[in-house]
């Protein structure tokens, strides 16, 4: 056992740990996109506390207020207020905590769902590889949306644990294609073989081996998917069939600001602003995640 622990020690894990030295040296567009990220993530997990106003608070005679205004009691409104009066901030910061609790976690759930699902194809093939990869493709052939609309016009809308659960399926069959190429391509490298013949067991070596070396292809397909994800909420939302009121997000905000667009275009453009520097800050800092952790665009 202690040449296999030796072996392990000195084994070439996987890249994601040079980000961390990349940082400093990532381009201006990349930083600021960053920014963006964690002042974003910074108000999903501090919403409740910087708020300045109760998002579900209501003032008919301080509607429609435009950004910077002031009501009848003398109080800011940063952003204005909407049809009914409530702060445009505070409900854009508690948007912006479900959105991002939704698609984070719902993300993650389908990376760890798929990536599981490719780890068993490649460990036991034959007629479960190939069972698994008939399912991947049926789910590639299908837009996501259609089977999300069906499966909440059976078990009703109003489930936060069931919609973030459903959200998080889209995409999973990417990171089962990814985990199950990846994996085969280690095991064909011989390492694996050879880690086995030294006593390891199989659940050892591939979350002990295989895993940490196909990481960095699944951590840049979640930065991939993640704003699909941010996005496929938003789109239900809008459309009334994802997150419920008294709860909002930033979909739910979209939605209300769309017949006011001519005289208050706040309602619907700071939420759309949003969306748009979320997905697009994201995608940024996935194609240079692509880039660093890619071996093919490495310069030698």
Do not use: C
Request: no cysteine.
């Amino acid at each position: 056992m202690s040449t296999l622990e030796n072996i392990e020690e000195f084994e070439p894990q996987s890249r994601t740990g040079a980000i961390l030295y990349t940082l400093l040296g990532a381009p201006t567009l990349v930083k600021i996109a960053l920014g963006w990220l964690l002042i974003v993530f910074f108000v999903a997990a501090t919403a409740q506390w910087i708020i300045p106003f109760d998002y579900q608070a209501t003032s008919l005679l301080s509607r429609l207020l435009p950004p910077g205004a002031t009501d009848l009691k003398g109080a800011l409104h940063i952003l204005g207020t909407d049809h009914l009066g409530r702060d445009v901030l505070s409900r854009v910061f508690v948007s912006i905590q479900i959105t991002m609790l939704v698609a984070v976690f719902g993300t993650f759930f389908g990376a760890f769902v798929g990536s599981a699902i490719g780890l068993v194809a490649a460990r036991f093939r034959g007629i479960v590889d190939d069972i698994i990869m008939v399912l991947v493709d049926f789910q590639a052939s299908l837009p996501f949306v259609i089977i999300a609309l069906s499966v909440i016009a059976v078990m009703g809308t109003g489930n936060m644990l069931l919609f973030i659960l459903l959200v998080g399926l889209q995409g999973w069959e990417r990171y089962a294609r990814i985990a199950r190429g990846l994996t085969l391509s280690a095991i064909n490298h011989g390492y694996a073989t050879s880690i086995r013949q030294l006593g390891a067991g199989t659940l050892r070596v591939y979350l002990r081996h295989i895993l940490p070396n196909i990481l960095a292809a699944l951590i840049v397909q979640v930065t991939i998917n993640f704003p699909e994800t941010v996005i496929l909420e938003a789109s239900m939302s809008f459309l009334g069939v994802g997150i419920q009121p008294p709860n909002t997000s930033l979909g739910n905000l979209l939605s209300y600001g769309r017949d006011y667009l001519l005289n208050a275009w706040w309602m619907a453009g700071i939420p759309g602003f949003t969306i748009f520097f979320t997905t697009l800050s994201m995608s940024t800092v996935g194609d240079w995640l692509r880039d660093e952790l890619d071996p093919t665009t490495m310069s030698a």
